[in-house]
């Protein structure tokens, strides 16, 4: 069996094993008499769990692998792990994620790899983290657009290489005036009414006059694009300007294999597994924004929607979005009780549904409105004082921060709440082009730009020391924009993106996802 133990561990993970820690597999494999074909997928198992939760460590050492064996032993029968439920409390099925929880990988663009940074993400960083913050944002960027198609020639002919592009940076541009570039560089505002592209290497002053086309996407200062032009007196005269290209999740992933960007532990079940889950629990997950409980009209909407699945098999989750008062909390004014009040009176509500308060998961995010927060994102999640009597009447309830991040079976779904459209409207430095609709360049920004919140630091400032949390890569599987822009759902690359629109400022609409078949189906309850 060591023969085996060797192939999966070193030839196909490149792990290496201590001598005891070979021994012990081999003993463990004789003892519960796996065969050939259990205990290959056992290793695997094993093998592709250690690679994902300790990063950089190719030593397998003895005693973390038997704590890992332990793990594993403790939801499987013969190395092969059960369905499992959802609903339990604690079940690793689904699992949601704090921004502040999220990894921090940077990336090295000479080692070529990523890194996790040594010092921890504090709210109150130094300014060398606001300087970091772009540098990751570029480099994380840039290695995506080196790693297009048409940016990789498939050969060293110089006939070849002509049919792909080639990116040139700033510096380069310096004494050849007429020629025409292509290069990647973050929009910025250097001078009062005077656009630059900036990147590692410098910056030079934009005029787009010369453009002959419309742009597809929201361009705002602080965007990163690709730019096509030419020099003209220190000038570059753009012809041409785009988001960069994305990259499917797939890509990605198999790209950097060993790396778990997402958060949270991964789980012990294969994908196959997990997927069996999913079909076998495709009751939906109910996404709603802008929940004002001082509304008894919500209320009312609320007890109507859970008295329909009190008869019927409960939704996998229902997530919760802000914010959660039609009038913003304004700390010392005499609303901190009645807020509290607010959440308590949900929780009695749910709790008139026993099948619903135990079985689905419930999930809080803050929106801007809420308390506390100092204005920056991440946004922290609601504070136990207003949250403790709502959460004691349900058994699977979370308050996160906003944006944040769950996992549920092979879904990653990244949540966030922000008047997005309207912020990156008000503050676009072009016209996008006439007659698609906005939503789409809204969505294509985002996923492009890889970033929750492409904006500039002074319009939508962001934590700087956890501005990787905002970020959107690998492509996530479901993205929620909540905005009080309406309601809709669209597929890009391979990501499902959904916006449920206003709970209960608008039509008492909300989304259902299934994730079986990667759909949501808009719905809303009838007013009274």
């Known amino acids: 069996m060591q023969s085996l133990i060797y192939k999966v561990f070193t030839r196909k993970y490149s792990l290496s094993l201590q001598a ?33 939760r300790e990063e950089g460590r190719p030593l397998v050492e003895l005693a973390p692998l038997k704590d890992l064996v332990a793990a594993v032993a403790s939801g499987t029968s013969n190395g092969l792990i059960g369905a499992g439920d959802a609903s339990k409390p604690g079940s690793d099925l689904f699992t949601v994620i704090d921004a502040f929880d999220v990894p921090a990988w940077w990336y090295d663009p000479g080692k070529k790899m990523f890194t ?14 606001k300087a970091a913050l772009f540098r ?22 110089d006939q070849e290489k002509d049919r792909f592009y080639k990116l040139s940076t700033i510096d380069s541009l310096q004494g050849r005036e007429g020629e025409h570039f292509l290069i990647f ?52 005269k753009v012809e041409e300007i785009g988001l960069p290209p994305p990259e499917s999740r797939e890509k990605s992933r198999a790209a950097f294999p060993n790396i778990n960007f997402f958060g949270g532990q991964p789980s012990l079940r ?56 039609s009038k ?28 619903i308060a135990r079985s689905s998961h419930f999930v809080f995010v803050p929106g801007n409105n809420d308390p506390w927060g100092q204005g920056a994102l991440p946004k922290p999640a609601l504070s136990e004082y207003f949250t403790k009597r709502l ?51 809204l969505v294509r920004t985002v996923v492009d730009e890889g970033h929750l919140c492409p904006l500039p630091q002074r319009i939508r400032p962001v934590y700087w020391a956890h501005d990787h949390a905002m970020r959107v890569y690998p492509i996530p599987d479901v993205l929620i924009l909540a905005d009080r822009f309406d309601s809709y759902s669209i597929n890009y690359e391979g990501c499902h993106c959904i916006n449920p629109g206003s709970f209960s400022a608008g039509d008492l609409s909300f989304f259902m996802y299934y994730p079986v078949s990667r759909t949501s189906q808009y719905s809303k309850i009838p007013k009274k």
């Open 136 to 157: 990751q944002r570029y480099d994380l960027l840039r290695q995506r657009v080196l790693r297009n198609d048409n940016f990789m020639p498939v050969s060293f002919s």
């Open 270 to 325: 294969t994908e196959v597994q997990l997927r069996a889950i999913e079909v076998a629990n495709d009751n939906g997950i109910i996404v709603m924004s802008d929940v004002w409980l001082d509304k008894q009209e919500t209320m009312d909407a609320l007890s109507t929607l859970f008295e329909g699945f009190s008869h019927s098999t409960p939704p996998i989750a229902f997530i919760f979005i802000g914010d959660f008062s």
């Open 185 to 236: 560089g973050m929009l910025s505002q250097l001078e009062e009414g005077k656009m630059f592209l900036e990147d590692k290497a410098g910056s030079i002053e934009l005029d787009f006059s010369g453009m002959s086309k419309s742009v597809n996407g929201l361009f705002t200062e602080s965007c990163f694009v690709l730019v096509d032009g030419y020099v003209e007196d220190g000038v570059l």
């Open 328 to 355: 913003p909390f304004v700390p010392g004014s005499g609303e901190t009780a009645q807020y509290r009040d607010n959440m308590t009176a949900l929780g009695q509500l749910i709790a008139g549904f026993p099948s």
């Open 20 to 52: 005891d820690s070979l021994l012990y597999l081999s003993d463990v494999i004789k003892q519960n008499e796996m065969t050939q074909t259990d205990a290959t997928k056992w290793l695997e198992l094993l093998a592709d769990t250690w690679a994902k």
């Open 116 to 129: 996790q940074p040594f010092t921890e993400g504090d709210i109150l960083s130094s300014a060398e983290s």
């Open 391 to 441: 959460a004691s009447r349900l058994a699977n309830a979370t308050f996160t921060t906003n944006p944040c991040r769950i996992k549920y079976c092979t879904h990653e779904i990244v949540v966030f709440r922000e008047d997005l459209l309207k912020r990156i409207r008000r503050n676009s430095v072009l016209p996008p082009v006439e007659g698609t609709e906005v939503v789409k360049h």
